[in-house]
């Protein structure tokens, strides 16, 4: 069976409102791909090599899954590595998010 349920299995064509959530996508991705730079270069200039590491890790990891689902033509390795890659960028952003609010902190 296809997605949504109901729909024949196969290829199908792509709708208008497919491509326009396909191009929102890249966009975003692609803003989430450079964020992690821009913060590695932050850190790294702060001396915070882990967190420097970690983000710049995490932009080649999410790019590189980003471009594996998109290429992918909806191989189940394809999914599997987009999803391993969107869960590190959550957990990056949870890291960023925790070591600027502990950073707050020692403001106090």
């Known amino acids: 069976m296809g997605f949504p349920a109901g729909t024949p299995e196969g290829v199908a064509e792509v709708t208008t409102h497919g491509i326009v959530h396909f191009g ?3 966009v975003g991705f692609t803003a989430i791909t450079a964020a992690c730079f821009v913060l590695a270069r932050r850190f790294s200039a702060d001396g915070e090599r882990v967190m ?3 983000s710049r ?3 080649v ?3 590189g ?3 594996c ?3 992918g033509g909806g191989s189940v390795v394809a999914n ?3 999803t391993v890659a969107v869960v590190l960028v959550f957990t990056w952003i949870a ?3 925790r070591h600027h609010y502990r950073a707050l902190g020692a403001l106090a």
């Open 24 to 26: 929102a996508a890249g």
């Open 52 to 54: 420097s590491r970690f």
């Open 57 to 59: 890790v995490t932009g």
């Open 61 to 63: 990891a999410f790019f």
């Open 65 to 67: 899954g980003f471009l």
């Open 69 to 71: 689902v998109a290429s």
């Open 80 to 82: 599997l590595l987009f």
């Open 95 to 97: 890291a960023v998010a």
